[in-house]
């Protein structure tokens, strides 16, 4: 499987980005995808997720500016980021995961894309 993720950039404080992950090859294996961010002081930290069924979880540092969604027939996650702050600098990663009961026979426990980054600053 491979994550292609986009949507990274410059924005001054207050203001949106979007970002998009497209999943390819054996994507049947995937379960919940979602976003994880790292800075030079955080070591990578989970920012939002979704379930299959589109179910979102969010770190209390994000709920109520970001909104999670995706679209399974495109293989997607997005990451709607409102009301950016300069403590959301950071490279975001894709992330999807393999349930446990596939994870044995798939080799790896999930998978991540490239990083974007993402800077707000004015």
């Known amino acids: 499987v491979q994550l292609q993720a986009s949507g990274g950039g410059l924005v001054q404080p207050g203001g949106s980005l979007r970002l998009s992950c497209v999943a390819s090859g054996s994507t049947s294996v995937i379960s919940d995808m979602g976003w994880y961010r790292q800075t030079p002081e955080i070591e990578r930290e989970p920012v939002a997720f979704t379930d299959v069924g589109g179910s979102p979880s969010y770190s209390n540092s994000v709920k109520g500016r970001f909104t999670i969604s995706r679209d399974n027939a495109k293989n997607a996650v997005y990451l709607q980021m409102n009301n950016l702050k300069p403590e959301d600098t950071a490279i975001y990663y894709c992330?999807?995961?393999?349930?446990?009961?596939?994870?044995?026979?798939?080799?790896?426990?999930?998978?991540w894309g490239q990083g974007t980054q993402v800077t707000v600053s004015s």
């Open positions: 992330n999807a995961l393999v349930p446990p009961s596939l994870a044995l026979s798939v080799g790896v426990p999930d998978f």
